[in-house]
């Protein structure tokens, strides 16, 4: 195969995996480590557990045992049940049947690909759950009695089926040692201990929100800035205002399953105070929640909200509450109201309860604010002008200014050739001045993130990885090129090739790096049009690359019939220019005897 073929080839190959990188992959997955749930078995789901009608059997293979014995545990469905005829997820627990606090023995798994150990209160071993959420219909565990066991033991059992149906604590067979009489047991089916959330009866509004005092009555931050949820569907918007001892919240805004705002001491989503408002078909819940990371909101078991109430029309969520401005200290992870803190609002699906990421990025307050205040009409933005920044200097560098020198470099070496700049041909100072500015851009982008981040970010998936990849091979560059050899040298082609290497690698790297960023939230840029801009910049700088390339080598020589033509021009100045194109002798002489074949 010519050299020319396999360069070619190898641009095409370059160009499909550009291209591959424009869809977007998510992976969601749920892995069961529920080490948070030890202690009261209840799932993080914000709502009241099932106490009736159990669907599942937690059965033992013995009932009298001694310390080191081995005891065969299964949960399975109960074959009758009418509704669904599996379960998700489950944890169980073996306790001192006289105090259910104290978690006894280990377990051993026989399903090791539906079930995995936890350790919970620093014991290994000491509970098991799910380790996905696959439909199971029966799990089996071994029990493994301890040498200080106690005279009687209980299993426990939580079990999922859903996010809003689940059974905690479940009692289930109680065994006990030889010699030993076993206490009264509770049948499958009652919820010992089980946490609930408590919940209030809301009223429906019955009309819209309005922005009328706005600034003057009420604080505000809405968007787009300015807009009326009372005549624009469109319209996210939160207000407040302080009464007395307490402070009323309105918010609103169009969405598939919830809107929410939280009140953060800083920028970054993380320890924060949530509340959402989640349609549930035809209605709405109205909760107070925790986010200790970018995870799921922890809902809160205390009933800390007042005057509820909501509304639902035409795809917009309403509701409408009060809290008090100071909370008693039981009441962990609510901020006091009359602190400064940022505000969130964000927006998003909610599938049978259970909230999802939001969709977009999230509205963020311009400055933090005390919301027991004067009113004010707040500001603020969904993308951070840092991270415009960055993604600005990213784009102009490795989809333009590397491009430009890199074709100066590779195709316009022979032009000039008698024009020097500052002692240098003209390619080669245009090459180093693009490259220069390049590597500058980088430099800029790179840091922006970090400035506004203060920090490494751990979800913006392999993008800063990547990053950090094309910031390094960027500076080898010009390192690489400060001890290069001179042109007559004869390991000359050792830094030749390392040079483009380095740069090709570069290059490619950065703009699948670039394709990854685009859809940051941070970016807040429009989908898919900005995957399809980027994709045609990328297309065309290739095809650009791959026609100069082919006219190099002769197979496509634009000016094969120009070069040699004259033009004669009379009476410039006169309106009546005559252009006369005249052939040289050798172009004459071809024509003729091509008239004679």
Excluded at 476 to 505: C, E, K
Aim: hydrophobic residues 40%; charged residues 20%.
């Amino acid at each position: 195969m010519p050299v020319f073929m396999e360069e070619v080839l190898v641009k095409m190959w370059i160009l499909l995996l550009l291209l591959s990188v424009c869809s977007e992959t998510v992976i969601c997955y749920s892995d069961g480590k529920v080490e948070a749930a030890c202690g009261d078995m209840t799932p993080q789901h914000g709502h009241d557990p099932r106490t009736k009608n159990p669907p599942f059997n937690l059965t033992a293979d013995k009932s009298q045992f001694s310390p080191g014995d081995e005891i065969k545990v299964t949960l399975s469905m109960v074959p009758s049940y009418e509704g669904k005829k599996y379960f998700k997820g489950f944890l169980i627990e073996a306790r001192d049947a006289v105090n259910l606090d104290e978690k006894v023995g280990s377990f051993k798994l026989i399903n090791p690909g539906i079930s995995q150990l936890l350790t919970c209160d620093s014991k290994e071993g000491s509970a098991v759950s799910h380790t996905d959420k696959s439909h199971k219909t029966e799990v089996q565990v071994i029990w493994e009695a301890p040498s200080d066991s106690p005279s009687s033991v209980q299993f426990l059992v939580t079990v999922v089926q859903g996010f809003k149906e689940y059974w905690v604590k479940s009692p289930g067979p109680v065994v006990s040692q030889n010699g030993f009489t076993p206490p009264p047991q509770t049948s499958v089916g009652g919820s010992i201990g089980a946490q609930t959330t408590q919940t209030t009866t809301s009223s429906i509004l019955s009309r819209s929100f309005t922005s009328k005092g706005c600034g003057s009555e009420k604080s505000c931050l809405r968007d787009p800035e300015g807009c009326d949820p009372q005549n624009d569907n469109a319209c996210h918007f939160l207000s407040f205002r302080a009464f007395e001892s307490s402070v009323m919240f309105e918010l609103s805004g169009p969405a598939e399953g919830y809107v929410s705002f939280a009140l953060s001491e800083d920028k970054w989503m993380g320890k924060d105070d949530v509340y959402l408002c989640i349609r549930d078909t035809d209605r709405v819940e109205i909760k107070a929640a925790y986010v200790s990371g970018r995870t799921h909101p922890e809902y809160s078991s205390q009933n800390v909200l007042k005057d509820t109430a909501w509304r639902l029309s035409d795809g917009v969520i309403q509701c409408s509450f009060r809290r008090d401005i100071v909370l008693p200290p039981e009441n962990l992870n609510r901020f006091s109201l009359d602190q400064m803190y940022y505000l969130f609002m964000a927006h998003g699906r909610a599938e049978d309860g259970q909230t999802h990421r939001h969709d977009r990025q999230p509205l963020i307050s311009t400055y933090q604010r005390v919301l027991t205040g004067p009113p004010e009409d707040l500001t603020g933005s969904r993308s951070p002008l840092l991270m415009k920044y960055h993604g600005a200097f990213m784009l102009i560098a490795w989809t333009s200014t590397v491009s430009a020198g890199v074709i100066m470099a590779r195709y316009f070496k022979s032009d000039w050739p008698e024009r020097d700049i500052l002692g240098q041909k003209v390619w080669f100072q245009l090459h180093r001045m693009l490259m220069a500015l390049t590597v500058l851009l980088t430099l800029g982008g790179f840091v922006l993130p970090f400035m506004y981040r203060g920090g490494w970010s751990k979800r913006a998936g392999i993008h800063p990885y990547l990053g950090c990849v094309v910031m390094a091979l960027a500076v080898i560059q010009p390192v690489m090129a400060l001890f290069r050899p001179a042109p007559d040298a004869s390991r000359r082609y050792i830094f030749n090739w390392m040079h483009f290497g380095t740069g090709t690698a570069a290059q490619v790297v950065a703009v699948v790096t670039i394709f990854l960023g685009i859809h940051q939230q941070a970016l807040f840029l429009p989908a898919p049009w900005s995957t399809g801009v980027l994709a045609a910049i990328v297309v065309w700088f290739v095809l650009a690359d791959l026609v100069l390339d082919v006219h190099r080598r002769g197979y496509f020589s634009i000016g094969k019939y120009l070069k040699n033509v004259k033009i004669y021009t009379e009476h410039i100045n006169s309106d009546d220019m005559e252009m006369v194109f005249v052939p040289d002798e050798n172009e004459t002489s071809s024509a003729e005897s091509c008239l004679k074949t």
